[in-house]
């Protein structure tokens, strides 16, 4: 489903023009060093719902920005550039 | 008559007990064909599968439906191979008409790097075992003169290899053909029934948590596709899938045969004419992770962009209808089948873009699984621990859509 994403610095565009960057968030229950690294290399949290990502403009700006993301719906929400940098 | 009138699908319904050998989530293609190999080969039918919605209703009724083994990995390539030769024989076995048709698939490319990709491709199909061959505009255009070696004046194609046995078949016969056999000796099929939990005792699987009351299980293997995250994490498991939407369309009829499969490797989209006469055209995932069935105006634009680009007659047709499907893709685009860290789960997912060629190998291998508890030869490269094991399979190349 494609959908519109409001870059912070140029406005709505199609999402055509942004690059998807993912969070990777390991989870707290894993301890070891390397159970972690693998963990972050490879496994997937694959969210279905809300869930906090980075996109790239890359037909844009190309800067980088947090937004908020339904992943069943698309609904995306907005979050200002001081929140979303301790959020991940 | 039509196709649906006539194929009148001659489905045995059980009525559902508590308890169960082994229990299947997902009746798509690789859950009913884990079923009907595990009655067939090897005699297992207290087996259920369950289902979320109708059979065939996930990817397994969504796909474009290509079977090839032209792939890029040894492994792989092996495995695929397999699958091909089952699919041949399917139709005999089943005793159904699967609407199996050879058609030889054109795996072009329009850059020079592409050519030396598609050479080496050739090399090593031959030498795993699958026909594939190297060819250039001119054979291509004498095999089919449909394309257009110039791609529309800004992708010329500089050659292709060639795989002629690559086929399509009906998914949705496919999907009945298994589960007709699979429920004919004895396998139960619980439609509209979601699995909402895994029971384990200790590290062992013992069962699942349905919405209409648990059902026991010395065995569970997921088939599932599209939500398998949603699957492993009631074990606790964590899985290298994304969810990305993949989207096709499909065009009015066309008048002529068009006995061919046409792929683009550099754009990523490939056109094939159905049992119906429709050009079938598919591409590449949507980038965003996603677990929407919608269907969407760019994809369709920019892919009848492309499409028309090599095969111009597109043009004169109409787009009659368009959908989408959630497709688990693995990070080196590859299948994850075969043992958990969980004892008595198994796992057959990361189908991404490529599952409806596999469906025939993916049972037969996960059905030897499950009745030996000795994970087969052929899938063994294809094990969830080869992430951890530093012996990825990465093959983004192969998958057509990325």
Same mark, same amino acid.
């Given at each position: 489903?494609?959908?519109?994403?409001?870059?912070?610095?140029?406005?709505?565009?199609?999402?055509?023009?942004?690059?998807?960057?993912?969070?990777?968030?390991?989870?707290?229950?894993?301890?070891?060093?390397?159970?972690?690294?693998?963990?972050?290399?490879?496994?997937?949290?694959?969210?279905?719902?809300?869930?906090?990502?980075?996109?790239?403009?890359?037909?844009?700006?190309?800067?980088?920005?947090?937004?908020?993301?339904?992943?069943?719906?698309?609904?995306?929400?907005?979050?200002?550039?001081?929140?979303?940098?301790?959020?991940? | 008559?039509?196709?649906?009138?006539?194929?009148?699908?001659?489905?045995?319904?059980?009525?559902?007990?508590?308890?169960?050998?082994?229990?299947?989530?997902?009746?798509?293609?690789?859950?009913?064909?884990?079923?009907?190999?595990?009655?067939?080969?090897?005699?297992?039918?207290?087996?259920?599968?369950?289902?979320?919605?109708?059979?065939?209703?996930?990817?397994?009724?969504?796909?474009?439906?290509?079977?090839?083994?032209?792939?890029?990995?040894?492994?792989?390539?092996?495995?695929?191979?397999?699958?091909?030769?089952?699919?041949?024989?399917?139709?005999?076995?089943?005793?159904?008409?699967?609407?199996?048709?050879?058609?030889?698939?054109?795996?072009?490319?329009?850059?020079?790097?592409?050519?030396?990709?598609?050479?080496? &491709?050739? %090399?090593?199909?031959? +030498?795993?075992?699958? *026909?594939? =061959?190297?060819? @250039?505009?001119?054979? $291509?255009?004498?095999?089919?003169?449909?394309?257009?070696?110039?791609?529309?004046?800004?992708?010329?194609?500089?050659?292709?290899?060639?795989?002629?046995?690559?086929?399509?078949?009906?998914?949705?016969?496919?999907?009945?053909?298994?589960?007709?056999?699979?429920?004919?000796?004895?396998?139960?099929?619980?439609?509209?029934?979601?699995?909402?939990?895994?029971?384990?005792?200790?590290?062992?699987?013992?069962?699942?948590?349905?919405?209409?009351?648990?059902?026991?299980?010395?065995?569970?293997?997921?088939?599932?596709?599209?939500?398998?995250?949603?699957?492993?994490?009631?074990?606790?498991?964590?899985?290298?899938? &994304?969810? %990305?939407?993949?989207? +096709?369309?499909?065009? *009015?009829? =066309?008048?002529? @045969?068009?006995?061919? $499969?046409?792929?683009?490797?550099?754009?990523?989209?490939?056109?094939?004419?159905?049992?119906?006469?429709?050009?079938?055209?598919?591409?590449?995932?949507?980038?965003?992770?996603?677990?929407?069935?919608?269907?969407?105006?760019?994809?369709?634009?920019?892919?009848?962009?492309?499409?028309?680009?090599?095969?111009?007659?597109?043009?004169?047709?109409?787009?009659?209808?368009?959908?989408?499907?959630?497709?688990?893709?693995?990070?080196?685009?590859?299948?994850?089948?075969?043992?958990?860290?969980?004892?008595?789960?198994?796992?057959?997912?990361?189908?991404?873009?490529?599952?409806?060629?596999?469906?025939?190998?993916?049972?037969?291998?996960?059905?030897?699984?499950?009745?030996?508890?000795?994970?087969?030869?052929?899938?063994?490269?294809?094990?969830?621990?080869?992430?951890?094991?530093?012996?990825?399979?990465?093959?983004?190349?192969?998958?057509?859509?990325?």
């Amino acid at each position: 489903m494609a959908f519109l994403l409001r870059c912070p610095n140029c406005g709505s565009r199609t999402i055509e023009e942004f690059v998807y960057g993912e969070i990777p968030r390991v989870p707290d229950s894993i301890t070891d060093e390397n159970e972690r690294d693998l963990d972050f290399a490879f496994m997937r949290n694959n969210p279905r719902g809300w869930t906090i990502e980075r996109w790239f403009h890359v037909f844009g700006c190309r800067r980088w920005f947090t937004v908020e993301r339904h992943t069943v719906t698309n609904e995306v929400r907005y979050r200002s550039p001081k929140s979303s940098s301790n959020t991940s | 008559m039509n196709e649906f009138m006539e194929a009148k699908v001659d489905l045995t319904w059980r009525e559902p007990k508590d308890n169960y050998d082994v229990v299947i989530i997902g009746g798509g293609g690789h859950g009913l064909a884990t079923a009907y190999y595990l009655a067939t080969r090897h005699g297992i039918t207290d087996v259920a599968v369950i289902e979320r919605n109708y059979i065939g209703s996930g990817n397994s009724g969504r796909n474009t439906t290509v079977i090839r083994a032209n792939y890029g990995l040894p492994a792989s390539v092996a495995f695929y191979q397999r699958s091909l030769d089952l699919y041949k024989g399917l139709e005999e076995e089943t005793e159904r008409w699967l609407m199996h048709n050879e058609m030889g698939l054109f795996w072009m490319t329009h850059t020079e790097t592409g050519v030396r990709q598609e050479k080496a &491709r050739a %090399h090593l199909n031959t +030498a795993m075992g699958a *026909n594939t =061959y190297f060819v @250039t505009p001119s054979e $291509i255009h004498q095999m089919c003169p449909e394309i257009d070696l110039e791609g529309g004046g800004r992708y010329p194609v500089l050659g292709a290899s060639y795989h002629p046995e690559a086929a399509t078949a009906r998914h949705d016969r496919v999907n009945w053909a298994l589960a007709e056999g699979a429920m004919r000796l004895g396998t139960t099929v619980l439609q509209r029934r979601t699995v909402t939990g895994i029971q384990t005792h200790g590290d062992r699987v013992t069962g699942v948590q349905t919405d209409r009351g648990p059902i026991g299980a010395g065995v569970v293997v997921s088939c599932v596709a599209g939500q398998s995250t949603l699957i492993a994490d009631m074990v606790g498991l964590r899985l290298p899938i &994304r969810s %990305h939407p993949l989207q +096709a369309f499909v065009t *009015n009829h =066309y008048r002529r @045969t068009f006995n061919h $499969i046409v792929a683009s490797v550099d754009l990523a989209t490939y056109v094939s004419q159905t049992a119906r006469g429709e050009m079938l055209v598919g591409a590449e995932i949507d980038r965003q992770p996603s677990y929407s069935y919608q269907s969407s105006f760019d994809f369709l634009q920019a892919t009848a962009a492309k499409a028309s680009t090599f095969l111009p007659f597109l043009r004169d047709l109409r787009i009659l209808r368009q959908w989408g499907g959630v497709c688990d893709m693995s990070p080196d685009s590859s299948p994850i089948m075969g043992e958990t860290e969980v004892a008595g789960f198994y796992l057959s997912t990361g189908w991404g873009t490529w599952g409806f060629k596999a469906i025939p190998a993916g049972g037969e291998a996960m059905a030897e699984l499950v009745a030996t508890g000795a994970t087969p030869a052929l899938i063994e490269p294809f094990r969830l621990s080869r992430f951890r094991d530093d012996r990825i399979l990465a093959d983004a190349g192969s998958s057509g859509t990325q």
